[in-house]
């Protein structure tokens, strides 16, 4: 088992290099990943993203693409776990 020190030192390691999960490096990567201008990061709690759409028809389009989505974003923040999506202001 890992010390303390051990972890405490890979999470710093981990938010100085932009690995870390904050909120403009999600957005960020989030705008690249779904070549989407109609949907924005506005929450990220316990590994869950949420998504807002701007329209019900987006929405539907981005729950079709959950999983490949969800796999792409992985590759950055291995510590986002589920993506939900819902329909309101960006």
């Not at 960020?28 to 949420?50: H, P, Q």
């Amino acid at each position: 088992m890992d010390s303390i020190k051990n972890i405490v030192s890979g999470v710093i390691g981990q938010l100085s290099s932009g690995k870390g999960g904050s909120s403009q490096d999600i957005q960020e990567a989030w705008t690249r990943i779904s070549k989407d201008k109609g949907s924005s990061v506005t929450d990220f709690k316990n590994g869950c993203l949420t998504i807002s759409a701007d329209s019900s028809m987006r929405l539907v389009r981005l729950n079709l693409n959950r999983e490949e989505l969800l796999k792409e974003l992985r590759k950055e923040f291995p510590s986002i776990v589920k993506i939900n999506f819902k329909v309101g202001p960006n």
